[in-house]
């Protein structure tokens, strides 16, 4: 079992719709979880993180915890085609190794 | 880009040859890290620094090494490269704030072995 899954995609949604990313993790003692986005061919770029049961809402992204499951995910609101990207979900073992996601490509379509 | 360059962008090299990837940041930070980042396999943590002269060996360290010597240079090198070292290798440093380390990325150097 991997540490971090994601579905690689593609999700596609058209654009207004929301989109929903989602992520389990396998450490069940694990305390924060990152959100990032990344272009095709860009670097990552992080988007959000959350350490506490429950959503965080920044803007249009909302990310929602539930540690007794081992799930994190990541709301899009009123999805744009620019928010067509692929989207990690990381999650630190310690301080120093982040273990990451495949990602799942999201295409928003016009 | 959190202040963070990495040299070269592009490189084409050949089995066995040394390769020297640089990451260089502007801004102090402690701690840098190299990944590589593969499809189907997300980023992988190759070696990361705590400190000038201080590194670890991350999940995929094999075939790889790393040195710093001044705070704002983190070198990786690929000591005779292989075809499976081709990838494209993302530099990072972390940030602390508030409640987290967040790491923030380079822009990355894509790397071929023929």
């Known amino acids: 079992q991997k540490e971090v899954e994601q579905n690689s995609g593609p999700l596609s949604v058209p654009e207004g719709a929301i989109a929903s990313l989602n992520c389990t993790y396998s450490?069940?003692?694990?305390?924060?979880f990152f959100w990032y986005r990344q272009y095709s061919g860009k670097s990552p770029e992080w988007i959000m993180s959350?350490?506490?049961?429950g959503d965080k809402e920044d803007g249009r992204f909302t990310a929602q915890l539930n540690k007794a499951s081992q799930y994190v995910s990541l709301l899009i609101r009123d999805s744009q085609p620019s928010d067509s990207a692929t989207y990690l979900c990381?999650?630190?073992?310690?301080?120093?190794?982040?273990?990451f996601g495949a990602g799942t490509r999201l295409t928003v379509k016009p | 880009d959190a202040g963070i360059t990495q040299s070269p962008r592009h490189k084409v090299t050949e089995t066995g040859t040394p390769v020297t990837l640089r990451c260089h940041q502007t801004?102090?930070?402690?701690?840098m890290y190299w990944y590589r980042q593969d499809p189907g396999h997300g980023l992988r943590l190759i070696h990361y620094?705590?400190?000038?002269?201080?590194?670890d060996k991350g999940e995929v360290s094999d075939g790889y090494s790393v040195s710093r010597s001044k705070t704002e240079d983190f070198l990786l090198t690929l000591e005779s490269a292989t075809s499976s070292q081709t990838s494209v290798y993302f530099c990072?440093?972390?940030?602390?704030?508030?409640?987290?380390?967040?790491?923030?990325f380079g822009p990355g150097t894509r790397l071929l072995v023929l």
């Open positions: 990072a440093i972390s940030v602390t704030g508030v409640y987290q380390e967040t790491q923030y």
């Open positions: 450490d069940r003692g694990s305390q924060s």
């Open positions: 959350i350490y506490s049961n």
């Open positions: 990381a999650v630190p073992r310690n301080n120093n190794d982040m273990r």
């Open positions: 801004e102090n930070h402690r701690y």
């Open positions: 620094s705590y400190g000038v002269k201080d590194t």
